[in-house]
């Protein structure tokens, strides 16, 4: 069973910065698609930042492009999203997901789309305030 536990989320000031991190496990580390999504109580489910376990290839939302960062260690079968130039609108619960039915991403690109991702992380909350 695909496990996924993120970690790493608190309250900063704004500009301040947080690293997020989720640990996957429960499954081959191949072929998989993780995405960084957001929600606030307001708003849907935003996806802000992918990656494509295989090639390391990123995308990026255009709310957080240049401030965000997302990478992997596939040795630990963890992903990361370091958050720079934290905003107040940047406050959200943030879930990690990954998919691997070549819906999300791949050779092709990225596909941000929450519906597409199988498997999801619990949450965790980012607060930017002063």
């Known amino acids: 069973q695909v496990q996924l536990e993120e970690s790493g989320g608190g309250s900063v000031q704004p500009g301040g910065s947080l690293r997020l991190s989720c640990v996957a496990s429960?499954?081959?580390?191949?072929?998989?698609?993780m995405g960084w999504f957001r929600q606030t109580p307001n708003n849907g489910r935003e996806g802000v930042a992918f990656?494509?376990?295989?090639?390391?290839?990123?995308h990026y939302a255009d709310s957080v492009n240049g401030r965000f960062s997302i990478s992997q260690d596939k040795d630990k079968h963890t992903g990361y999203l370091q958050m720079d130039g934290l905003k107040p609108e940047d406050t959200a619960v943030y879930y990690c997901?990954?998919?691997?039915?070549?819906?999300?991403?791949?050779?092709?690109?990225?596909?941000?789309?929450?519906?597409?991702?199988?498997?999801w992380g619990q949450g965790i909350q980012v607060t930017v305030s002063s």
């Open positions: 997901a990954t998919d691997n039915r070549g819906r999300t991403c791949g050779p092709w690109g990225f596909k941000n789309d929450p519906a597409q991702f199988k498997n």
């Open positions: 429960g499954y081959s580390y191949d072929r998989w698609c």
């Open positions: 990656i494509y376990v295989d090639s390391g290839n990123t």
